[in-house]
């Protein structure tokens, strides 16, 4: 039997078959949104190259526009799932044409920098800003060939589905990603640095809807940070730093500056222009 119809007659992980209606209900998030390609499951034998991986349903917690922590499910493609051939999709994979991943280390770099920010300005503020790319992966496409070796399927419907964008299991897509999330951050650094560039005068237009920053530190005494064991460089202006697809940075609130507002809208400007439509041909 091939790997093919092993993973037709086995189906997707237990936690699908606990619960079918939230598998449904994902399957057709991503259908309805353009990110799959939904054909009739019993067609899947006539593609040559297809692959098959079993999915399963991860439970997760994120929050509302309230900060309030909430459930919330995610559907996880085990593509490093083998079948009789002893071979999954992510062990073909090519290693060592990816690109390294840097952002192992962010939070630590973070806190670093916040600190060796807070020892050369002892009595300032240090404000942070933390943006969270919504459903990063699905974003991003994927090459034809590797589109055929993303297929799944829901049993009860007799529907399988292609996906077109990244996956949430796939081996290569950390590092795909990060081809595009570090190019985000690397930007925002150098638009944070670059003195001539004014927040007021160029910013996305969607800055216009966050609140003002807001302090929590009124009435309270700043800690003092400790000495570190090692020489940490910063930067006056700030600094961002990613994780995947979430972009967080600090800035000094130095007197006479614009720090905070530089740090409010420098990333929001290099996600809108890296991600906004082209304009059409003139």
């Given at each position: 039997?091939?790997?093919?119809?092993?993973?037709?007659?086995?189906?997707?992980?237990?936690?699908?078959?606990?619960?079918?209606?939230?598998?449904?209900?994902?399957?057709?998030?991503?259908?309805?949104y353009g990110f799959a390609l939904p054909i009739p499951l019993a067609k899947l034998l006539k593609i040559p190259g297809i692959c098959l991986a079993p999915v399963n349903i991860a439970p997760q917690n994120t929050i509302d526009e309230h900060g309030n922590i909430i459930a919330k499910d995610r559907l996880t493609h085990d593509q490093s799932f083998k079948f009789g051939s002893g071979?999954?999709?992510?062990?073909?994979t090519k290693e060592e044409s990816l690109l390294p991943c840097i952002f192992g280390q962010a939070f630590r770099r973070h806190i670093l920098q916040v600190v060796a920010t807070s020892l050369k300005?002892?009595?300032?503020?240090?404000?942070g800003v933390k943006i969270d790319i919504k459903s990063a992966y699905r974003r991003m496409h994927i090459a034809f060939e590797t589109a055929l070796r993303s297929a799944l399927q829901f049993e009860e419907e007799e529907i399988a589905v292609i996906m077109l964008r990244l996956?949430?299991?796939?081996?290569?897509?950390?590092?795909?990603?990060?081809a595009a999330s570090e190019i985000f951050c690397d930007l925002t650094n150098a638009l944070l640095n670059d003195p001539s560039w004014d927040p007021e005068e160029l910013?996305?237009?969607?800055?216009?809807?966050?609140?003002?920053?807001?302090?929590?530190?009124e009435g309270v005494e700043l800690g003092q940070a400790r000495e570190l064991a090692i020489e940490v460089p910063i930067s006056d202006f700030g600094s961002t730093d990613v994780y995947i697809d979430n972009l967080f940075g600090f800035a000094a609130d130095l007197p006479?500056?614009?720090?905070?507002?530089?740090?409010?809208r420098a990333c929001l400007l290099i996600l809108h222009a890296r991600t906004r439509p082209p304009e059409a041909p003139k």
């Amino acid at each position: 039997m091939s790997d093919l119809q092993e993973a037709l007659a086995r189906g997707n992980h237990k936690g699908t078959k606990e619960k079918p209606e939230d598998l449904k209900k994902l399957g057709k998030k991503d259908v309805d949104y353009g990110f799959a390609l939904p054909i009739p499951l019993a067609k899947l034998l006539k593609i040559p190259g297809i692959c098959l991986a079993p999915v399963n349903i991860a439970p997760q917690n994120t929050i509302d526009e309230h900060g309030n922590i909430i459930a919330k499910d995610r559907l996880t493609h085990d593509q490093s799932f083998k079948f009789g051939s002893g071979t999954s999709v992510n062990s073909r994979t090519k290693e060592e044409s990816l690109l390294p991943c840097i952002f192992g280390q962010a939070f630590r770099r973070h806190i670093l920098q916040v600190v060796a920010t807070s020892l050369k300005f002892p009595d300032v503020e240090i404000y942070g800003v933390k943006i969270d790319i919504k459903s990063a992966y699905r974003r991003m496409h994927i090459a034809f060939e590797t589109a055929l070796r993303s297929a799944l399927q829901f049993e009860e419907e007799e529907i399988a589905v292609i996906m077109l964008r990244l996956t949430f299991g796939g081996k290569a897509c950390p590092s795909e990603w990060g081809a595009a999330s570090e190019i985000f951050c690397d930007l925002t650094n150098a638009l944070l640095n670059d003195p001539s560039w004014d927040p007021e005068e160029l910013y996305n237009p969607q800055s216009d809807d966050l609140p003002e920053p807001a302090s929590p530190m009124e009435g309270v005494e700043l800690g003092q940070a400790r000495e570190l064991a090692i020489e940490v460089p910063i930067s006056d202006f700030g600094s961002t730093d990613v994780y995947i697809d979430n972009l967080f940075g600090f800035a000094a609130d130095l007197p006479g500056s614009d720090n905070v507002r530089r740090l409010e809208r420098a990333c929001l400007l290099i996600l809108h222009a890296r991600t906004r439509p082209p304009e059409a041909p003139k």
